[in-house]
């Protein structure tokens, strides 16, 4: 018995600890905005972020969602849009809700398996948070329940501590949820004997584009080559896209939108991002002081990129286009994850809660959508034999979602829904209203100005990537897999 008790003992101490989580999400933040990303202007410069990707792999390509809710649904479910259950706008914008018992978030059983979970910031999942059921720590801006301030996203914010009191919060949004991430990194309010799950999500660089008062004279003189299809018409693009038409010429020929040109624009979001590095610098920091660094998965990702002067839009997230939709995501864990790495693989949100449960050893509760990226972390040259897909259906929810006949309710600001699917260098995307499909090799038409689907060279690719479009459909059971509209053949009325 002796025996027995002391090689159990023995197999306990050689077990690993279980690693903690930090999921750090920011909003509207596209990977343009990332001097680690080539696509990046010349004259930006992210360095703790830079840190951070060289500390672990860089994907390319990651699609988590084409706005705010959704993505941010995914990440809580592990499923695509068509996936989640009873999630709804409901009552003045952004207000939503949903049933608990038929959505559930992951995160309630990670609590249940022993971990210590916390969740700062922006929430914009249903009026509902989940402290207590899914968060043991949460400071929250519970953005879809005070909505007479849902655009607060740098200043007087209505802040709830732990499910009690809510104050408004006077200080720079993204400075004062680094100082929390630090304070629970620390082991201020939670369970020190416990591995912890932080989900940190800044409410930058969302519009209003509000910089720190300390840099609103960064980036002074910046100059960029302006977009080659920010005017209509825009050759072999569906008919939606040809009416995006959100910027005029002002006399000097600048891009005007509002009250500011494109350069304007562009300098003030990309101001917003110097407070993130910031952030993101002394989040690192205060994890290798504490000791965890080592024993800590790191994610970076934001929930969508956006879209300045590109296919026309200003300040715009939902289209397929990479320039709208596409985020940055970076994992770093010393030790599981080899360094200095860059992943040409392109990726789904969806895939990112499966990687956190294949890490922590957790089984998923319920079935997810997406896959473990552990292969591709462990090796970013491996073979990936799964199917890239994003979705984008507005604001709906569920397996029972349709797009309406009439092409009017299968639109969301101006951008008709869609499913998005990426392999290699190939995207292509169907929309759910009758119109033109797009097909774009990124390697040759980075700025996806030329729509292969069109031609007729490339109508075999097209068959085929619309095949594995209702193949993933189908795979993840989304009821509109039998129910899509039917495409526009190029040149007809």
């Known amino acids: ?137 949460q400071i929250v801006w519970n953005r879809p329940k005070y909505t007479e301030t849902s655009q607060n996203y740098y200043y007087d914010q209505p802040i709830t501590y732990h499910g009690g009191k809510t104050e408004i919060l006077k200080r720079y949004s993204t400075d004062q949820y680094t100082d929390w991430a630090i304070e629970f990194l620390q082991g201020e309010g939670r369970d020190k004997s416990k591995p912890w799950y932080l989900w940190l999500c800044y409410g930058a660089v969302h519009s209003p584009y509000q910089p720190a008062k300390r840099h609103l004279e960064e980036l002074a003189g910046i100059d960029f080559e302006t977009p080659k299809d920010i005017y209509p018409p825009r050759a072999t693009k569906p008919e939606w896209a040809q009416k995006i038409n959100q910027w005029k010429k002002g006399p000097d020929g600048t891009p005007v939108s509002g009250d500011k040109t494109l350069n304007q624009w562009v300098r003030q979001y990309h101001q917003g991002v110097i407070a993130i590095d910031e952030g993101v610098g002394r989040v690192m920091a205060a994890l290798e002081e504490t000791g965890q660094r080592n024993n800590t998965l790191v994610i970076f990702t934001s929930d969508q990129g956006l879209a ?148 007729p060279l490339f109508q075999a690719t097209l068959r085929r990537m619309r095949a594995k479009a209702i193949g993933e459909l189908k795979r993840t059971k989304a009821g509109i897999a039998g129910h899509l509209p039917a495409v526009r053949e190029a040149g007809a009325e």
């Not at 990303?37 to 830079?50: C, G, H, S």
Request: proline letters at 8%; hydrophobic letters at 35%.
């Open 308 to 455: 300045f002067g590109q296919h026309g839009f200003r300040g715009v997230k939902v289209a397929g286009y990479d320039a709208n939709v596409r985020s940055p995501l970076l994992f770093s864990m010393p030790g599981r994850i080899p360094e200095e790495q860059v992943c040409e693989v392109p990726v789904s949100g969806v895939d990112i809660p499966a990687t956190i449960f294949a890490f922590t050893g957790i089984r998923p509760p319920w079935e997810i959508h997406g896959h473990d990226l552990t292969p591709l972390l462990k090796n970013p040259k491996a073979e990936w034999p799964h199917t890239t897909m994003m979705m984008a259906t507005g604001q709906k929810f569920g397996a029972d979602i349709l797009p309406g006949l009439d092409g009017k309710s299968a639109m969301h600001n101006n951008v008709p829904w869609y499913i998005l699917i990426r392999e290699k260098n190939l995207k292509y995307i169907r929309p759910l209203i009758t119109d033109l499909e797009e097909l774009y090799d990124l390697d040759k038409d980075p700025e996806e100005l030329n729509n292969l689907a069109v031609q």
């Open 1 to 137: 018995m002796f025996g027995v008790l002391a090689s159990a003992a023995s197999t306990q101490a050689a077990a690993p600890e279980r690693p903690n989580v930090l999921f750090i999400y920011t909003d509207d933040h596209s990977y343009r905005t990332l001097s680690c990303y080539k696509e990046a202007y010349p004259w930006v410069k992210t360095p703790n972020i830079d840190r951070l990707a060289r500390q672990g792999v860089r994907f390319l390509a990651a699609y988590n969602g084409s706005w705010c809710m959704p993505s941010r649904a995914t990440m809580l479910t592990g499923r695509h849009t068509t996936g989640i259950e009873s999630m709804r706008m409901e009552g003045p914008y952004p207000q939503c809700v949903y049933d608990a018992e038929k959505c559930p978030f992951w995160p309630k059983i990670f609590r249940q398996k022993g971990y210590f979970t916390g969740q700062i910031g922006k929430w914009h999942t249903g009026t509902d948070t989940g402290f207590g059921r899914d968060w043991d720590y």
